[in-house]
């Protein structure tokens, strides 16, 4: 037995002529009433969109080992529809849920609190399970993306993908709101909050100030941090970030040396924290090469190109005493930090209505398009 519902199916990308989610369609599709082990059945009611979910359904030719058609989206939030067999959390049908990455929970990292580093997260979150769903003529659809595959207005969800917020959501409109919290909000706070860690006295500059970096930003104006300074090209995101509490800003449209105008906007000294979203090595490099001695550096982009690599001279790595971080999901459990985030937001600290812009699933094209121009930072699609 099966569901009808509806869903933006991810078909292999064209080339030469492709375009962000220019593969992507809102498609009829059949859900299966009989749920695995682990499962459950979520009717969504919004997802965010991701710079992840046009990442990974974009690549040229196709992602490798990826099965098309499938349904993307890891940003959800809706409510239990069904329980499946052997669910150990406490969740009952009607429960209201925010949807994040899923994980094995029994790896060492797993078992050390940082399930974001899980052994397995590959496998569970980045390649989607075949025949999850059914096409219009049976053929099979792909799901589970990140555990939950949430551009699908009835999805089928693993366990450790859900926290169930029953007694911290209060109405629907916040649990719309809050949908993208489960991955893009958390990478970039957590990317501030537990990666970076910066105090009152450092200066921090975030490239690219999207709606993952810009958490970040709202993150280091929690801490006090001395200089918050966003880099972009977008003139509308950075008049945002100084809204949001960026004490400084550099557009970097037509600027020839990158690494002398960081340096410049720092007195001098250079940031003592950057953290990278725009995956873009250029800006990369100039804001590596700026860094103060001691400098942290956290990556937070993420490109599957198998060229993405940034050079790095051994030598000045080692006397400038510069730490390399790498950022996945915030390095954050999800089921305490984004109550956290939840509770910022209540208290005014964390503005995430100011970077929020909501779409009907039917508009996610105008969506991206939004998404791309910078007239919205997170574009949240409601089913």
């Not at 029994?106 to 940082?114: D, I, L, N, P, Y």
């Not at 937070?300 to 190109?305: I, Q, R, Y």
Request: aromatic fraction near 8%; charged fraction near 20%.
């Amino acid at each position: 037995m099966s569901t009808q519902s509806k869903a933006i199916l991810a078909s292999a990308p064209n080339y030469p002529d492709h375009s962000p989610g220019s593969n992507w369609s809102l498609e009829n599709i059949s859900v299966p009433n009989d749920l695995k082990d682990g499962e459950l059945l979520v009717d969504m009611l919004a997802s965010g969109i991701c710079h992840t979910d046009l990442i990974s359904t974009g690549v040229p030719g196709g992602t490798p080992g990826f099965p098309y058609p499938y349904v993307a989206g890891h940003e959800g939030s809706g409510y239990v529809k069904a329980v499946g067999p052997g669910v150990k959390k406490d969740i009952k049908v009607g429960d209201p849920v925010l949807l994040s990455f899923a994980h094995c929970g029994q790896c060492e990292s797993c078992e050390q609190r940082h399930p974001a580093y899980c052994s397995a997260f590959f496998p569970l979150n980045i390649y989607p399970v075949e025949d999850v769903f059914k096409a219009e003529d049976d053929s099979g659809v792909a799901g589970k993306f990140f555990g939950q595959s949430s551009f699908a207005k009835l999805s089928v969800v693993k366990e450790s993908s859900v926290l169930v917020v029953r007694d911290l959501v209060t109405d629907k409109e916040e649990l719309k709101l809050f949908a993208p919290l489960g991955c893009g909000i958390q990478t970039g706070a957590g990317a501030t909050l537990n990666v970076a860690k910066p105090e009152e006295r450092d200066r921090v500059m975030i490239l690219g100030v999207g709606g993952v970096g810009l958490s970040a930003l709202m993150a280091a104006k929690m801490l006090g941090c001395e200089q918050i300074i966003a880099v972009d090209r977008v003139k509308s995101r950075l008049e945002l970030a100084k809204s949001l509490g960026a004490t400084h800003s550099i557009d970097t449209t037509g600027v020839e040396d990158l690494t002398a105008t960081f340096k410049e906007i720092t007195g001098g000294r250079g940031p003592t924290v950057v953290i990278d979203t725009s995956a873009y090595v250029p800006l990369m490099k100039a804001a590596y090469n700026s860094l103060a001695a001691r400098g942290t550096f956290v990556f937070v982009g993420a490109n599957l190109d198998p060229a993405f690599n940034m050079e790095l001279g051994i030598t000045q790595h080692m006397m400038n005493g510069t730490r390399l971080l790498g950022c996945a999901e915030g390095d954050s459990l999800p089921e305490e930090f984004i109550p956290q985030l939840i509770k910022y937001q209540r208290e005014g600290k964390f503005q995430l209505d100011k970077i929020s812009k909501f779409y009907k699933a039917e508009d996610f094209k105008n969506a991206l398009h939004d998404m791309h121009t910078g007239e919205a930072i997170k574009p949240i699609l409601t089913w």
